[in-house]
């Protein structure tokens, strides 16, 4: 088992950036699948990105795409969702989750109902 803390999130104006952490404990990351997930307020939790066990391969809605980028850390046990050029309607609660995988997986996950583990989220709020 992997436990999954989430942190960085915070009131950013329009245009700014953000960095969210996702740690991880019990298990080591690598050997996951991680998905980044947001959920905004009355809205379902929907996929933001995703990287595969490795962290060679990524996947991103397109919503994001161009301006949000995930990265592994493996030595450190983390994975990072740097946030640039923010909008108003990026504000949500986000989550990191994890997918146990294969060795030699590369492939990503965009259903939420691909991932087993899940942290408890960090508020992200973009101003206008």
């Known amino acids: 088992q992997v436990q999954l803390v989430e942190s960085g999130g915070e009131l950013v104006q329009a245009g700014g950036s953000l960095r969210l952490s996702c740690a991880a404990s019990?298990?080591?990351?690598?050997?996951?699948?991680v998905g980044w997930f947001r959920q905004a307020p009355e809205k379902e939790r929907a996929f933001v990105g995703a990287?595969?066990?490795?962290?060679?391969?990524?996947f991103y809605a397109d919503s994001v795409k161009g301006r949000f980028t995930i990265s592994k850390d493996s030595d450190r046990n983390m994975v990072y969702l740097q946030m640039n050029s923010l909008k108003p309607e990026d504000s949500a609660v986000y989550y990191c989750?994890?997918?146990?995988?294969?060795?030699?997986?590369?492939?990503?996950?965009?259903?939420?109902?691909?991932?087993?583990?899940w942290g408890q989220g960090t508020q992200v709020i973009v101003s206008a």
């Open positions: 989750a994890a997918k146990g995988v294969s060795f030699l997986s590369r492939t990503v996950y965009y259903s939420r109902g691909d991932y087993d583990y």
């Open positions: 019990g298990n080591a990351l690598v050997t996951y699948a």
């Open positions: 990287i595969s066990r490795m962290g060679g391969n990524t």
